[in-house]
């Protein structure tokens, strides 16, 4: 509960954060003055040498110059970079991923939209485009083989959001730490110590010639905080531009990382570091290709691989289904195989973007719904002409899920009585419901010390006493631009069936979708306008908000 | 004796092919002599006295050729039942404990096997402020896993005795070498190695409570305990090249009298009973390490000693604390007590006047922060009270004029904490061009994050004559149009209004929820964060006039924006 109300006073912070009038006073003095000021210092205190400092910037300046151009901030959050000039923007996935449209704002500030082409939710890189732009500055991709431990290299991002009000980014320098990083699902990460933060997700690492050579993504850090304690990982420009091609033909959908199939290599934590092959599956590609157990690999593509770890990340670093050749050691005679990878399947729950129609079978019971039983007569919610039979949709700019109400029933009356506290006085606050299918906003005037919204929600009954509900699979909201939406799915449609399994009630949907894998194409067939109709979506991936940075 | 002369004719032949190395050069010649150390303890103290493995891990440097390798106590802390040794070359070695000196918290080992590559000691008591260092290690596993060395590059930003180390692990409380290198759990025992690959330090997890940033232990402390075992020479210090960071801290040394220590005494509050809250760990970790330490902070003398500016935040006293009773500056030659005037606490800076004028030799000369620009190093000098040594961090500029909570201040990469906040911040020239400041519990961004703030001298001038007066400025009123938004990516464009304050500007103009704001005062709206921006550019009291939506319909309201309530 508690959270309930610093979440919520944060977000009023943000909103109303606001300007100081002395100080205010006094930058405008201030930049006439400061032309004056200077004037008078370079005449009487300043050495020669100052003027020369002005003139003349280091490369390393001029680095920075150039490279700021092309990076943008990606809604309030996140960083990104511009890769042409016609507008395709690459940050992270655990940036972008989760929405089909985002706002981009470039250093120069003019706002854009951009729309999701693609993204690949292993390798944490999203592709998103510019709407009708031309001549963006860009920068180009460089060659991250090239790379050297100790080479010089800048990052750019918006750590902690501090750039949301002035539209500047923050530019930190380091070297390069380590290549070839095995990090969680980074498998060929490079590490820096140039500073990153939270909020420097999906920006670029960039080398003195002003060439892209990673996108910073994750960070470790020495007390166990989301500060920065100079280990930062990128993923490397050369494992973007191999996956570039499929993340422009993906349609907003997925990319698929390699993997090697029916292998059984040496744990990558334990004693035996040296990639021997312990067992081969006979149907996988590299024993179809003539790689026997006891093999030791010795290069993948010519990149050598002294380790597991090393095998498995570089591996992962390619997408799938493409050839790659294995050099390997046999009793000491070096032979060279050549396969296909198979497909890393994408981690996690699958989901179609899609919300329903409150109804009455919630899983716990007497959970309460978001319809509205009865309505205190005179009180602030009649005023503002809830009517029984309502469906809330959102109050005060939040959105309402069953889930909030069901793990605190009291929420209404909670948000109620932080605007009518003391402190906030009262206000006018949005509330939005659905009303015969069509949704409708209200205004609820909240006056100073009223306590209680007046509404009544209904609850569930239990489960013994549920009967069939016909309009439980009607679908409420279908999320713009996403894959669901992008397959044909639209409000009002009923779901009867997914690859030809008859859906009765929600918990056969769900059952049916965690045992779906996300990327995978459905067939779905629905009810719409009295008409059944079949339906070919691609499900997407429920994404949890715990990793990254 | 052959060997010393082997050395000396080592030195002979760099000191005729002086070089100047380049990072990448340093990597290729240090990394096959740091190994990644994996250590087994047996421990019999457990419960019913049944044996526990504990397992250690670090990093280890190889310093001779026969194999012997100097670590931290902190990795192979007693005898151990077995040590891992993993080279970057992807070998994995055994090895068997020499030496454990836990006064110098360090441990000997010896590798078994020959020909190893190993690097030279560095003549580490010469070494100063701003020399260029690297750090090598072994964080998270890097070697072990990887095969990699993690490499980073900083400048040697103090030298000083930790007094009070508030690392667990570590008990160390000597002279220590501290860098702004990212040293990680793991690095402890890699090497501190100079601009030519010789080492300075062996890597700890000392840290003094104010600085919080990483430490070696300087090798020469060892070298008594080292002389037992091999011959060695520590190889002539050398001044690194020339470069804007050791000249910042030439210049920092230089007008080290212009920065001086500042002791708070507060009065003793009763602590209360620290409030059960349900904080995730890593929040309770990080209000742990964001609280100040007590008393000692570092001030900037201006004006040939009449003033001393410092951070607002360190000279006032938060709730939970005492009321400040006394602030003494502490010079190597005397102890004067100051009073404090004003503050301004909007952008931190307090301005003290001392009972008499601090005398020094010379005092810094005002810079300009028009021409800083993003790129640029800069360095932030600070003392410890401890030794009365400087302390200076050197990095970039990283953002020029940051709109921090609606103030302008400049933001650098240079580490900025409770030791150096308040002190000056210095451009290549040794001139002033700004206090450094804006750490605070509250603040985002934290200690030694990559991301700190410094006020600009511009701005200092500017509010010098009222500091002086006694005027003080608080946290001031701000600009209200009194609504807040809802995020809504369906809408093309403009803020939609969630909630309207009672009796605000936009309650009086007419604004209901649901209403989208397109533009104001003819710039159009983007997102509710352009709004905020475009209320924050106006004046309480000003009229400002603006467009929605509702309904379907454009329409043109105008309201008088009032003062923020809280």
Not at chain 1, 66 to 73: G, T
Not at chain 1, 339 to 349: F, H
Not at chain 1, 362 to 367: D, I, M, P, T, V
Request: hydrophobic share 35%.
């Amino acid at each position: 509960m508690v959270k309930i109300f610093q979440i919520m006073l944060l977000l009023l912070c943000t909103a109303f954060s606001q300007d100081i009038k002395e100080v205010q006073e006094t930058q405008d003095l201030q930049d006439i003055k400061e032309v004056q000021e200077t004037q008078d210092l370079q005449d009487v205190k300043q050495e020669p040498k100052q003027a020369e400092i002005q003139q003349s910037k280091s490369p390393l300046e001029e680095a920075i110059a150039k490279a700021l151009q092309s990076y943008v901030f990606v809604d309030a959050s996140g960083s990104g970079v511009v890769i042409s000039s016609d507008g395709y923007v690459i940050t992270n996935d655990h940036v972008a991923g989760d929405a089909a449209t985002w706002r981009i704002r470039t250093t120069d500030g003019t706002m854009h939209y951009a729309d999701l082409i693609g993204t690949d939710p292993y390798g944490d890189i999203s592709l998103l485009k510019i709407r009708n732009v031309k001549d963006l500055p860009h920068i180009k991709i460089g060659n991250s083989d090239l790379l050297k431990a100790g080479q010089k290299v800048i990052a750019i991002g918006n750590p902690f959001g501090m750039g949301n009000l002035d539209e500047k980014p923050t530019v930190t320098v380091g070297i390069i730490s380590a290549l070839r990083r095995f990090h969680f699902n980074y498998t060929d990460a490079i590490m820096t110590d140039a500073p990153l933060n939270p909020g420097n997700s999906g920006g670029p690492l960039i080398t003195m010639a002003g060439e892209l050579v990673g996108i910073n993504g994750q960070i470790d850090s020495r007390f166990q905080i989301r500060v920065s304690s100079g280990i930062g990982y990128a993923i490397t420009s050369n494992q973007i531009k191999r996956f570039l091609p499929f993340l422009k033909s993906a349609k907003g959908g997925f990319v698929y990382h390699g993997h090697l199939k029916g292998v059984r290599l040496p744990r990558i934590s334990g004693e035996e570091k040296k990639p021997y092959v312990r067992y081969l599956d006979k149907t996988s590609g590299l024993y179809v290709a003539g790689i026997r157990k006891g093999d030791l690999i010795t290069h993948v593509n010519n990149y050598p691989v002294a380790t597991v770890s090393r095998l498995t990340g570089l591996v992962r670093s390619y997408p799938a289904y493409s050839s790659l050749t294995f050099d390997i050691l046999r009793q000491d005679k070096k032979k060279t195989y050549k396969t296909m990878l198979n497909i890393y399947n994408i981690r996690g729950r699958a989901q179609l973007e899609i919300s329903f129609y409150p109804s009455r079978g919630f899983r716990k019971y007497q959970a309460k719904t978001l319809l509205v039983k009865s309505v205190v007569p005179e009180s602030a919610a009649a005023k503002a002409g809830i009517l029984p039979g309502d469906i809330i949709v959102s109050f005060a700019g939040k959105k309402i899920t069953p889930n909030i109400i069901q793990r605190f029933p009291n929420y209404f009356n909670l948000l109620f009585s932080l605007y009518s506290s003391p402190r906030n006085k009262g206000a006018l606050v949005e509330i939005s419901v659905i009303r015969k299918g069509i949704e409708k906003v209200l205004v609820v005037t909240i006056k100073e010390g009223v306590k209680t919204f007046g509404i009544e929600l209904q609850k569930t009954p239990s489960i013994t006493e549920m009967k069939k509900d016909e309009k439980e699979l009607t679908i409420l909201n279908v999320q713009k631009g996403m894959l669901a939406y992008r397959g044909g799915l639209r409000r009002d449609d009923v779901l009867l069936e997914i690859n030809k399994y008859k859906l009765r009630n929600k918990r056969s949907y769900h059952l049916l979708l965690n045992r779906l894998k996300p990327g995978e194409k459905i067939d779905i067939k629905i009810l719409r306008n009295g008409k059944t109709q079949n339906l070919q979506v691609t499900l997407g991936l429920k994404r949890n908000y715990g990793g990254g940075f | 004796m052959k060997r010393q002369l082997i050395y000396l004719l080592c030195i002979l032949i760099s000191g005729i092919s002086a070089q100047n190395f380049t990072p990448q050069d340093i990597a290729v010649k240090v990394s096959p002599a740091v190994v990644g150390i994996n250590c087994v303890l047996v421990d019999k103290s457990g419960e019913k006295n049944r044996p526990k493995l504990l397992y250690y891990y670090g990093t280890g440097v190889i310093i001779s050729k026969e194999g012997l390798l100097l670590t931290n106590l902190t990795v192979v802390p007693k005898v151990p039942y077995s040590i891992t040794l993993y080279f970057t070359d992807g070998r994995i070695v055994s090895a068997s404990c020499v030496g454990i000196h836990p006064e110098l918290e360090t441990t000997i080992l010896k590798a078994n096997g020959n020909n190893f590559p190993h690097i030279p000691l560095a003549d580490s008591t010469k070494t100063t402020i701003g020399d260029r260092v690297y750090t090598f290690g072994n964080p998270f596993h890097s070697i072990e896993n990887d095969s990699e060395v993690a490499i980073s590059k900083g400048t040697v930003s103090g030298v000083y005795r930790v007094t009070k180390n508030v690392e667990s692990e570590s008990k160390y409380t000597n002279t220590v070498i501290e860098t702004n290198a990212a040293l990680n759990p793991g690095s402890d025992g890699g090497p501190l190695v100079n601009h030519r690959g010789e080492l300075l330090g062996i890597l700890s997890l000392a840290m003094q409570e104010e600085r919080r940033m990483g430490t070696a232990i300087p090798v020469h402390l060892m070298l008594e305990k080292l002389l037992d075992l091999n011959s060695f020479v520590l190889q002539p210090y050398e001044n690194s090249m020339e470069n804007d960071e050791k000249t910042i801290a030439s210049k920092g040394t230089e007008y080290s009298e212009n920065v001086i220590s500042l002791e708070i005494v507060r009065k003793d509050v009763k602590v209360k009973q620290a409030r059960q809250n349900n904080q995730r760990m890593s929040a309770q970790r990080k209000a742990s390490i964001m609280k100040r330490p007590k008393s000692w902070v570092t001030g900037t003398i201006i004006e040939e000693g009449q003033y001393v500016l410092t951070s607002a935040y360190q000279v006032t006293s938060q709730e939970g604390e005492g009321a400040i009773q006394k602030i003494t500056i502490h010079t190597p030659k005397q102890k004067i007590d100051a009073e404090l005037i004003a503050i301004h606490k909007p952008y931190d800076i307090a301005l003290l006047k001392p009972q008499q004028p601090i005398k020094c030799a010379k005092y810094f000369s005002i810079g300009s922060t028009t021409n800083l620009n993003v790129g640029q190093w800069i360095g932030v000098c600070g003392k410890l009270q401890a030794s009365f040594d400087i302390t200076c961090d050197i990095g970039i500029v990283s953002t020029i004029k940051r709109n921090l909570n609606l103030i302008q201040v400049y933001q650098t990469q240079a580490f900025i904490n409770y030791a150096n906040s308040g002190g000056p911040v210095i451009n290549t020239l040794g001139q002033l061009v700004g206090i450094a400041g804006h750490i605070y519990p509250q603040a985002t961004w934290g200690l030694n994050s990559g991301v700190s703030m410094f006020t600009g001298i511009e701005t200092l001038l500017q509010i010098l004559p009222d500091l002086k007066k006694g005027k003080s400025t608080q946290n001031p009123s701000l600009p209200f149009l009194g609504v807040s938004f809802w995020e809504n990516k369906n809408v093309p464009q403009g803020a939609i209004i969630s909630t309207v304050s009672m009796d605000s500007a936009a309650y009086k103009a007419g604004l209901l929820p649901g209403d989208i704001l397109i533009s104001l005062d003819n710039t159009s709206v983007g997102e509710w964060a352009d709004l905020v921006r475009l209320i924050t550019s106006k004046k309480i009291g000003q009229k400002i006039e603006f467009e929605i939506i509702r309904n379907n319909e454009k329409k043109k309201l105008t309201a008088t924006l009032g003062e923020r309530p809280w």
